[in-house]
């Protein structure tokens, strides 16, 4: 079955990171990453840009309103995002967990099953 | 990344909010200060065996706080309080109280702790110090090091400048609408010249060169707690597209390269995307300010994938909005750089021959005439304007800048004099 790994982070202490900090945090979460890509599981991986670059469409009385900013105030903000072809919940929870430990930027990752997938076109 | 690099991380994140609320508080810059210094303490103390507290900025007030309380009623100038007052920092829960009276303060807070950094009477690189000693919490030793004074130096700046601070008073009440929108300005205007005494360090190894990550930073941190502002989109642009040439400003020798010269490839490109992102967010608000018509000309060469691609018109056409919207000889001198690019040296000569007198001090001025002088073969008459740019150069690099194009001239067999 095909997860969304959702990376959920306190956004304000991770873009507090040095130039070096971040490099050793994105090397550690290649290596733990590997593995999976080598085997044909990984699908698309993706690091948001900070919610400051963040527009939301949201439902008004008549016409939808365009908002600035991210879908909700939140003191944890979602930054990044992982497809991943796992068997199980487990392996989910394994990976999650391998994240976690190398990240010291996250406070969640939240596991999300996809009922539908398209692997999309893009080549950028 | 060890834990005390996550914690110290966390502080920094954390700190303009915190100072922010306990001067709220306290309504002394010193006790507001001393209180948030003892919170961090405890948080090294604590949170490496008992994890990181949901919300750090809240915990570090809630802890702040009843320190600085404590520290009141030690000076006795405080009854004491009550027992339920106490200090305790053993639960989130406690902190989220305070975080609830303080989330609707925040945005005020942080911004009226910019703001009295930007006091009038203090002189710009006055101002820089206090915004990157208070809000950003940089040592003294660190911006000492900076502005190359030493550090004994720097402490008395700081304290005169505080001092000056206080006497002056701040408003605490929230601000009204207008108020809260020219304190924004002027705090933009501060963080812009933060991030300008960073980036024009010509050593990136310099010490004044974090200052422009930490501009970058505080636009990023104003932007969040105004998410519609199209100025602020703007300003936080700008300085992502002027630090994504980081890489490319400088060669080898330390020398600048011109953008039209700069290998593109050294560009950071994730800088520049957020940069674009930002810029056409703040175009759909349709209300053109300053800082995005510079982010806009700034995009515009981020664009072009060679200097021969870049859209000289456009870049003309936003020149001529911004001397409109704030009119400038240094602004007419950039268009008539846009113009020589897209109509030819002669119509950007006559356009640069009417600033003379306004610019007459300006290093830019100069370099720029005798560019267009040796492009339109008045040689002797280029000469005179490189001489007097290398005289008014502010750095080495820029002097060697010029130097180079006086070689050209002589190359082409101009007599030495």
Redesign the interface.
């Known amino acids: 079955m095909l997860y969304a790994i959702l990376c959920y982070a306190h956004e304000e202490t991770v873009f507090a990171w040095s130039k070096e900090e971040e490099a050793a945090v994105m090397e550690k979460l290649q290596a733990v990453q590997a593995p999976l890509a080598a085997s044909g599981k990984l699908g698309p991986v993706g690091r948001l840009m900070p919610t400051t670059a963040a527009t939301t469409v949201r439902k008004g009385k008549t016409e939808p309103l365009v908002i600035d900013g991210p879908f909700a105030e939140t003191k944890e903000a979602l930054l990044g995002f992982y497809v991943v072809d796992f068997e199980t919940l487990d392996e989910a929870v394994a990976f999650s967990r391998e994240l976690s430990a190398v990240n010291p930027g996250s406070s969640s990752y939240e596991i999300r099953p996809f009922y539908v997938f398209r692997p999309g076109e893009t080549r950028s | ?1 060890s ?1 005390i ?2 914690i110290d ?2 502080l ?3 700190r303009p909010k915190a100072v922010g609320a306990l001067l709220r508080y306290f309504r002394d810059l010193d006790i507001a200060e001393e209180a948030f210094q003892e919170a961090c303490l405890r948080a090294l103390r604590t949170w490496p065996d008992k994890g990181p507290p ?3 900025a809240a915990w570090l007030i809630f802890v702040g706080r009843n320190s600085g309380v404590d520290q009141i009623r030690k000076r006795g100038r405080l009854q004491a309080l009550p027992d339920e007052e106490t200090i305790s920092d053993r639960e989130d829960a406690e902190a989220d109280i305070a975080e609830r009276l303080d989330a609707s303060n925040y945005r005020d807070d942080i911004l009226r702790l910019l703001f009295i950094c930007c006091h009038p009477d203090l002189p710009a690189t006055q101002q820089i110090a206090l915004a990157l000693r208070i809000v950003s919490g940089l040592s003294v030793s660190e911006i000492a090091r900076a502005f190359l004074v030493s550090e004994a130096a720097m402490e008395q700046r700081i304290t005169r400048a505080k001092a000056k601070v206080a006497r002056a008073g701040v408003a605490f009440e929230t601000p009204d609408v207008n108020a809260r929108a020219e304190r924004l300005a002027t705090v933009s205007t501060m963080v812009y010249l933060v991030f300008n005494e960073g980036y024009s360090q010509a050593d990136p190894a310099r010490e004044a060169a974090a200052f422009a ?1 930490e501009a970058i ?1 505080l636009g ?2 104003l ?2 707690l105004f ?2 502002e199209p100025e602020i ?1 703007g300003l ?1 642009a700008l300085m992502l597209l002027h630090a994504s040439r980081r890489a490319a400003r400088l060669d080898t020798a330390g020398q600048i390269v011109l953008l039209e010269e700069q290998n593109r490839a050294l560009w950071d490109r994730s800088q520049i ?2 940069a674009l ?2 810029i056409e ?1 703040a175009i ?1 608000h349709g209300h053109a300010g300053s800082y995005q018509l510079q982010a806009a000309i700034a995009a515009l060469h981020a664009r072009a994938a060679t200097a021969a691609e870049t859209d000289w018109p456009q870049i003309e056409l936003l020149y001529r909005m911004l001397e409109h919207l704030q009119p400038s000889p240094v602004v007419t001198l950039n268009r008539a750089v846009a113009m020589s690019k897209s109509q030819g040296p002669e119509v950007a000569l006559d356009l640069v021959e009417t600033l003379s007198d306004a610019l007459d001090g300006y290093f830019y001025f100069h370099g720029l005439r005798g560019n267009l002088l040796m492009q339109v073969g008045r040689k002797a008459e280029a000469r005179i304007a490189f001489d007097r740019a290398i005289a008014l150069a502010r750095s080495p690099a820029e002097a060697a800048h010029i130097r180079r194009q006086l070689d050209c001239l002589k190359q082409d067999g101009l007599p030495a004099t």
Do not use: I, N, Q
């Open positions: 990344m834990d690099a996550w991380a966390a920094t994140a954390a949901r919300d750090p990550d930073r990023r941190l932007l969040g998410p519609g989109m936080l995307d957020e992102v930002l967010k759909r």
